[in-house]
């Protein structure tokens, strides 16, 4: 068994008594005590998604998330739903393009209660075939529910069309036809395939015993015999290949009274990428709040919109920029041109001092507001490990951030600006 002590620093803001195990089974441990607390987030990730999946199998990722709460060899469901509630905890889980997190937020005192639980989950499912049947008629309303959403709708969509057949662009949630389609036996395999010690990483934050967590983790972490133990990241799925956008308009047709639109493309800037602050940066200058130049373009100036934003999202091999808004129907082609227009703007009027002075606050306040949070801790240790294989340091992100420059950025807004016109709109109205 290896152990690394990777820090040790002294305040609430540094990256004080953090330590990575890797267990003889291959799985990774990673905790950051946090003594001035009274609780503990935890949560077991699996290094699997919706871009594993093939077309026949889509949705089955985050099928086998709910289907794990259906059932173990120790627990039936009302036992599982109990089990953390019953002292006061909560028990959750979700499913993203490349991992499934299961994770628990509890009293210190009761981590082996938790640790037992979330275990149980990812090693002992049974998947019976009547609560796999069950489970698959609330899937299918959760599918209905986001069709139901414009705002979800849309933006899904507009995943499909940014990544078209590629699993990037494939809906976590699946499609009601492959989900009515999953059978106990092929969702058995998926989870005895990907549901290995090498493949999941437990992250945990808060105040805690090092050793009871060494302990516990190494007793309940025990896998099936039969399973290969070998890691599927990032060698288990395809490759994102960049190609050319046209600036293509896609609509959907539906009775609502509202269009929703998104429009953006793939770009260059993964989660590892070193320019991905610059890109934060300016994300928060384009729709990152209410003092955004979009959110004062088209809502205060012209009042065409209540929601407008701009998102960007990073992968292993790739990343996303796009913007989001809701508009009359009547104003649609015009809040389409003061989209354009403003983002275009960027290369003629460059990003300010005052502006990039705001933004750099923004990323550094809301970096620093998670520190406080055992949730968000315990999520930023697991993506920097499974991303970045390292922990990052608190002071070495904020000092990246204060050593952007205004070339830096308005560097990144003219490539972006570049780029308007062949964007991907997809409009749902």
Request: proline content about 3%; aromatic content about 10%.
């Amino acid at each position: 068994m290896e152990t690394r002590p990777l820090l040790s620093t002294k305040t609430l803001y540094d990256d004080n008594n953090y330590v990575k195990h890797t267990l003889d089974n291959g799985l990774t441990l990673i905790s950051q005590y946090m003594p001035h607390l009274k609780s503990i987030a935890i949560g077991a990730w699996v290094l699997v998604g919706s871009r594993y999946e093939k077309r026949d199998n889509m949705g089955i990722s985050h099928f086998i998330e709910h289907s794990v709460f259906k059932g173990t060899k120790k627990r039936n469901p009302l036992q599982i739903a109990k089990s953390l509630e019953n002292v006061g905890g909560s028990l959750n889980a979700f499913t993203s393009k490349e991992h499934t997190c299961y994770y628990a937020n509890i009293l210190s005192e009761d981590l082996p209660l938790a640790v037992d639980v979330i275990s149980d989950l990812v090693t002992n499912a049974t998947f019976l075939e009547k609560e796999i049947e069950k489970e698959k008629l609330v899937v299918i309303e959760e599918i209905k529910d986001t069709e139901d959403t414009p705002e979800e709708f849309i933006q899904d969509y507009f995943y499909s069309r940014v990544f078209p057949e590629h699993p990037l662009g494939h809906g976590i949630l699946g499609t009601k036809d492959t989900v009515a389609h999953f059978t106990p036996k092929q969702i058995d395999a998926y989870y005895s395939k990907y549901y290995v010690p090498s493949n999941i990483v437990v992250s945990v934050a808060g105040n805690f015993n090092q050793n009871e967590l060494l302990k516990v983790v190494s007793k309940r972490f025990r896998f099936r015999q039969n399973s290969a133990n070998r890691s599927y990241w990032p060698k288990g799925f395809e490759k994102y290949q960049f190609r050319r956008f046209k600036g293509e308009r896609d609509i959907i047709e539906k009775n609502i009274s509202q269009a929703h639109v998104c429009m953006g493309l793939p770009i260059k800037i993964s989660y590892m990428h070193t320019k991905k602050f610059e890109l934060l940066a300016l994300n928060t200058i384009l729709g990152g709040g209410m003092s955004s130049r979009l959110f004062q373009k088209v809502r205060e100036r012209h009042g065409l919109a209540y929601s407008i934003y701009s998102f960007v999202d990073f992968m292993y091999d790739t990343g996303l920029f796009g913007i989001y808004w809701s508009t009359d129907k009547t104003k649609l082609d015009k809040a389409i041109d003061l989209v354009k227009n403003e983002l275009k703007r960027m290369a003629n009027q460059p990003i300010k001092k005052n502006e990039l002075k705001m933004a750099k606050s923004q990323i550094k306040a809301n970096l620093l507001f998670g520190l406080e949070s055992t949730s968000t801790r315990m999520i930023r240790l697991a993506k920097n490990e499974i991303y970045l294989k390292k922990k990052l340091n608190i002071a070495d992100i904020t000092e990246y951030i204060d050593n952007i420059t205004l070339d830096d950025i308005n560097n990144v807004a003219v490539t972006l600006s570049d780029k308007v016109d062949s964007m991907q709109i997809s409009i749902l109205c």
